[in-house]
């Protein structure tokens, strides 16, 4: 889960914000239509609010707000980064700067740091060598904060001790927990 800015003009993601009427500087924060991350975007509004800027939330059908992030007609907005159930930590379609406007590149990140340290980490076959050529993309993207991670969800699974070969790899999704279920016994 992270926060995007969106600079209008498709440099750097920095704040668009804008004085209103007597009053704060403030800016809308998009969202999804969405039980779980409409309260998320509510909590972030208040805080920003108790700095002294006006947020406004706007909740959209993900349809709308797909085409919102496509189009470039955001100041900020609350997006889920997903990597369709990969291990592959490749976030080159987020941030490279090829893939602005036409990509999903919605904060218009224009960085060439960055987008080399994706290029040659994508292009690395030595695990160690990536593993670095990603550590190194991260602590530039922290540097030039160019978006806000909020959350990387963590799940706890349970089971009781009379359930015997379980085993949990990686999770790509809620259901990669049972791949092995095959493989689960009970013991007497």
Same mark, same amino acid.
């Given at each position: 889960?992270?926060?995007?800015?969106?600079?209008?003009?498709?440099?750097?993601?920095?704040?668009?914000?804008?004085?209103?009427?007597?009053?704060?500087?403030?800016?809308?924060?998009?969202?999804?239509?969405?039980?779980?991350?409409?309260?998320?975007?509510? @909590?972030?509004?208040? @805080?920003?609010?108790?700095?002294?800027?006006? $947020?406004?939330?706007?909740?959209?059908?993900?349809?709308?707000? @797909?085409?919102?992030?496509?189009?470039?007609?955001?100041?900020?907005?609350?997006?889920?980064l997903t990597q369709l159930g990969t291990a592959?930590?490749?976030? #080159?379609?987020?941030?490279?700067?090829?893939?602005?406007?036409?990509?999903?590149? #919605?904060?218009?990140?224009?960085?060439?740091?960055?987008?080399?340290?994706?290029?040659?980490?994508?292009?690395?076959?030595?695990?160690?060598?990536?593993?670095?050529?990603?550590?190194?993309?991260?602590?530039?993207?922290?540097?030039?904060?160019?978006?806000?991670?909020? #959350?990387?969800?963590?799940?706890?699974?349970?089971?009781?001790?009379?359930?015997?070969?379980?085993?949990?790899?990686?999770?790509?999704?809620?259901?990669?927990?049972? $791949?092995?279920?095959?493989?689960?016994?009970?013991?007497?």
């Open positions: 889960m992270l926060v995007y800015w969106k600079d209008q003009a498709g440099g750097n993601p920095v704040p668009t914000l804008t004085p209103t009427p007597g009053g704060p500087l403030g800016f809308t924060l998009l969202v999804a239509e969405d039980p779980v991350l409409e309260p998320v975007a509510e @909590q972030i509004a208040a @805080q920003w609010t108790a700095l002294g800027f006006a $947020v406004a939330v706007q909740a959209l059908p993900i349809t709308d707000l @797909q085409e919102r992030l496509d189009a470039g007609l955001f100041d900020a907005a609350l997006v889920e592959d930590p490749d976030v #080159y379609d987020f941030w490279h700067d090829a893939e602005y406007p036409d990509g999903k590149n #919605y904060g218009g990140v224009n960085d060439r740091i960055i987008s080399e340290l994706l290029e040659r980490a994508r292009r690395e076959p030595n695990a160690l060598n990536r593993k670095n050529l990603y550590f190194d993309f991260q602590r530039e993207f922290l540097e030039r904060a160019v978006a806000v991670p909020l #959350y990387y969800p963590l799940y706890s699974y349970a089971t009781t001790a009379r359930v015997e070969n379980v085993q949990l790899g990686y999770l790509g999704k809620a259901s990669d927990r049972f $791949v092995s279920i095959a493989d689960w016994t009970l013991a007497d």
